[in-house]
C-alpha cells in the first residue's frame, strides 16, 4: 500500500471540509444536500482505505505497515517532525473511526433534514472525522497534540452547534473549559519530555522508558500528565461533569463524538503510550484506580437519570473507566513480575481497545436509537415515554440488542470484551475486579430500566416534537444505520482483534460459559436486568417508593454527588471569581497599569524639562557647550 494512500486516510475529510467551507457553502447554499454527499463520500474513501491498510498491516513485518516522519520545522538544534505510523492499533482503530463516522453522516441526512445549518453541521462532522483519523495515525507526541487539540475544537463547535440555545452554548463553553485542564497537563508532559529526551517520537520514548533509560520520577510526572489529558478527553473522574451536558448537540453528534470516538480518544492515548505508562509503577496504579472507581462512580448516576442520552452519558463514563481498569490491571500485573514485559505490552492494549472496538459499534446504536426516539416524541425524557415497542419496532428492536450487548449478555460483542477486561482484573487487581463486577449489574440495570420506560407499558404523552408527524416509526435513511450497528452489535466480538493486536484475549464461543467468571458475571447482568423488569416492566416495587427510602442517597445520586455545585461555587465562584480574580485584577490595576502610568508620567516629566532647556537663543546654547567642555575636562583630569 503507498504512503499517499495512508496519508489520503485522514486527508480526504479534511478536503471534504474545505470544499463545503470555501465552495458549497458560499455558492450553493441552496443545495445543501451537496454538503452531506460530499461529507458521505470523503469519509467512504477513508474508510476503503482503512480497510486496505487493515488488510495490509496484517500481511506486514511486525504488523507495522508505515512508520514515516518529515522534517517541519528545524530552529537550531529544535527539529521538528511530522510523521504518521500504520500498526495495528492504528488500523484497527482508522477502521473503527471511518466506520461509524460514516455510519453516523448517512443517518444524519435523515435526522438533520431542514436545519438551517445542515451545510456547516457536515463541515464540522468531517473536520472532526479527520483531526480524529489524524490522531491515531501520528507518530509523535506533538503530532498527536495537534490534532487532540482539533478534536476538541471540533468538539466545541458540534456540542454548541444549536448556539441559540443557552443551554447548548454553556454545555460547549463547559466542555472546552474542562478539557483544557486535562490538555495542560498533557501539553506541559509532552514539553517536559522534550526537554529530557530531546524527541517526541513515540516508538524512541517507549525504548527509553523500556530500557530504563526514561525512568524514576521524570517518568511518573510525564505519565500522569499524559493521563491527565486521557482523563479529559474520556471524561474521566474528576474532569467527568462536561460529557453528560455535552448532550445538548444534536443526537448523531453524541453517537460519533461522544460515545464511538472522541472520548475514546483518551484511552487509545494510554493504550499508545501504554508501553512507557506501565514502566511507571505508580502511573499505572493511579491508571487503575481511576478507572476503577470511575466505571462505578459513573454508572451510579446512570440509575436514576431520565434523560435516555444522559444515561448513555453516564454509561460512556463507566465504559471508558472500564477500559482504563483493564489497561491498569495488566500493567499492575506488570509491575509486580507476575506477566512478562513482551506478553504485558500487547495484552494491556488488547483488553482495552478489544472492549473499545465492540462498545464503538453498540454505544453508537443506542445513541442513535434514542435519536430514532425523540424523533417520534419530540423529547429526550423516559418519564414521558413508554409504549413505543408496537409503534418504532425496528427502533425497539435495535436498542433492545445494543442494550443486551452493553449489558454483557452471550453471545454478543459486549460480553467477549467485558469478558476480557474481567479476567484480567480477576488475575492482577483482585480489588478492581469486584468493583467492575458491581458495575456489570449496574450497568444491566439502568439499561433495561431505560428499554422498559421508553418501549413498555403505555404511551406517556411525549412532547410535541419539532418534526410535528406524530408517533412513528423513523424513515429508512435513519433506520438502515441502526440495522447495520446492531448486527456489529452481534457479532463485533467474534472477529479476532485481540490476536490481530498480538495477545489472545477471546474465548472460544461455547468454551467461555465453561469458566466460573463468565457464569458470575452473567449471573449479575441478569440479575440487573430482571431488577429492572420487576419495577419497571411489571411494577411489583415502586420506583418512587424506592427513592423516598432511599433518601439522602436518592438526592445525592440525582445531584450527582453534587460535584457540578462544588466546581461552579466554590471553585470558580469562590477561588477563582472572589479570590485568584480579585488578586489578578489589583494585580492589573496597581501593578501593571500602575508600571505604565509611571513610565508614562516620566516620560511626560522628562519632556517637560527638555522643553524648558530648548529655548532657542544661541548664547544659552553656547554656554552649555563650555560647561559640557569644562565637565570633560575636570573628568579627564581627576581619573589621568
Known amino acids: ?17 474545505l470544499i463545503i467551507g470555501l465552495i458549497l457553502r458560499p455558492f450553493f447554499n441552496n443545495r445543501p444536500m451537496l454538503s452531506a454527499y460530499t461529507t458521505i463520500i470523503a469519509i467512504a474513501g477513508s474508510l476503503i482505505l482503512s480497510i486496505w491498510a487493515l488488510i495490509a498491516v496484517n500481511g506486514a513485518e511486525n504488523h507495522v505497515l508505515t512508520d514515516v516522519s518529515y522534517q517541519w520545522l528545524s530552529i537550531g538544534d529544535l527539529v521538528i517532525n511530522i510523521g504518521i505510523t500504520m500498526d495495528s492499533l492504528a488500523a484497527i482503530m482508522v477502521v473503527t473511526v471511518s466506520t461509524i463516522s460514516l455510519l453516523v453522516q448517512i443517518y444524519s441526512i435523515g435526522y438533520m433534514k431542514g436545519d438551517g445549518g445542515f451545510a456547516r453541521y457536515f463541515a464540522f462532522m468531517s473536520l472532526f472525522t479527520g483531526s480524529m483519523l489524524g490522531l491515531v495515525m501520528a ?4 503530532f498527536l497534540f495537534l490534532f487532540w487539540e482539533g478534536v476538541g475544537l471540533c468538539s466545541y463547535l458540534l456540542i454548541g452547534f444549536w448556539f441559540h440555545k443557552p443551554s447548548a452554548a454553556r454545555a460547549a463553553m463547559k466542555a472546552f473549559l474542562v478539557t483544557r485542564i486535562g490538555d495542560f497537563g ?16 513515540i516508538g524512541e520514548l517507549h525504548e527509553l522508558a523500556l530500557a530504563g533509560v526514561l525512568g524514576g520520577t521524570t517518568l511518573t510526572l510525564a505519565a500522569i500528565g499524559i493521563f491527565s489529558g486521557a482523563v479529559g478527553k474520556s471524561g474521566q473522574f474528576p474532569l467527568h461533569t462536561w460529557l453528560p451536558d455535552a448532550m445538548e448537540g444534536p443526537t448523531p453528534v453524541s453517537a460519533l463524538i461522544h460515545a464511538a470516538t472522541m472520548v475514546t480518544a483518551g484511552v487509545y492515548l494510554i493504550a499508545r503510550m501504554f508501553p512507557m505508562i506501565a514502566s511507571s509503577e505508580t502511573a499505572i496504579t493511579v491508571v487503575a484506580i481511576i478507572g476503577g472507581f470511575t466505571a462505578i462512580f459513573a454508572a451510579s448516576m446512570g440509575l436514576v437519570a431520565t434523560d435516555i442520552k444522559r444515561v448513555l452519558a453516564f454509561s460512556t463514563i463507566s465504559q471508558l ?43 453508537a446504536l443506542l445513541f442513535l436509537g434514542s435519536g430514532s426516539v425523540s424523533h417520534a416524541t419530540g423529547t429526550f425524557d423516559m418519564r414521558k415515554m413508554g409504549g413505543l415497542r408496537k409503534i418504532q ?50 450497568t444491566a440495570f439502568y439499561m433495561f430500566r431505560a428499554v422498559f420506560l421508553t418501549f413498555h407499558g ?113 471553585f470558580l465562584m469562590r477561588f477563582l471569581v472572589d479570590g485568584v480574580f480579585v488578586v489578578l485584577g489589583w494585580i492589573d490595576a496597581h501593578i501593571v497599569d500602575g508600571a505604565v502610568n509611571g513610565v508614562a508620567m516620566v516620560t511626560m516629566t522628562g519632556g517637560k524639562v527638555m522643553r524648558r532647556l530648548e529655548t532657542g537663543q544661541l548664547q544659552v546654547y553656547g554656554l552649555a557647550i563650555f560647561v559640557g567642555i569644562l565637565a570633560i575636562v575636570a573628568f579627564l583630569f581627576m581619573f589621568n
Do not use: Q
Open 1 to 17: 500500500m503507498p504512503n499517499i494512500a495512508v496519508w489520503a486516510i485522514f486527508l480526504l475529510p479534511f478536503l471534504s471540509f
Open 139 to 142: 507518530n509523535n507526541l506533538l
Open 186 to 201: 498533557f501539553l506541559v508532559a509532552v514539553i517536559f519530555l522534550y526537554v529530557k529526551t530531546g524527541t517526541f517520537d
Open 321 to 363: 473507566g472500564y477500559m482504563m481498569l483493564g489497561m491498569g490491571a495488566v500493567g499492575m500485573g506488570y509491575a509486580s513480575g507476575a506477566i512478562d514485559e513482551h506478553h504485558a505490552m500487547a495484552l494491556g492494549v488488547a483488553v482495552a481497545i478489544f472492549h473499545l472496538f465492540t462498545h464503538a459499534f453498540f454505544k
Open 393 to 442: 419496532p425496528w427502533t425497539y428492536a435495535t436498542f433492545l440488542i445494543g442494550s443486551l450487548s452493553l449489558a454483557g449478555i452471550w453471545p454478543l460483542a459486549g460480553f467477549w470484551s467485558k469478558e476480557g477486561i474481567l479476567h484480567e482484573a480477576n488475575a492482577y487487581a483482585p480489588v478492581l475486579f469486584w468493583l467492575a463486577m458491581i458495575t456489570v449489574f449496574m
Open 458 to 570: 403505555e404511551y406517556r404523552g411525549g412532547e410535541e416534537g419539532s418534526h410535528g408527524h406524530g408517533l412513528h416509526e423513523s424513515p429508512k435513511i435513519i433506520i438502515i444505520p441502526l440495522v447495520i450497528l446492531a448486527v456489529f452489535a452481534v457479532i463485533a466480538g467474534w472477529l479476532p482483534v485481540g490476536d490481530f493486536l498480538g495477545a489472545d484475549v477471546h474465548f472460544s464461543f461455547f468454551g467461555a460459559l465453561t469458566s466460573w467468571l463468565a457464569w458470575v458475571s452473567l449471573i449479575f447482568g441478569f440479575a440487573g436486568i430482571l431488577l429492572a423488569y420487576a419495577i419497571y416492566g411489571r411494577k411489583l416495587l415502586s420506583a418512587e417508593s424506592i427513592g423516598k427510602s432511599l433518601g439522602p442517597i436518592y438526592t445525592l445520586l440525582i445531584r450527582k454527588y453534587f460535584i457540578d455545585e462544588l466546581y461552579e461555587r466554590i
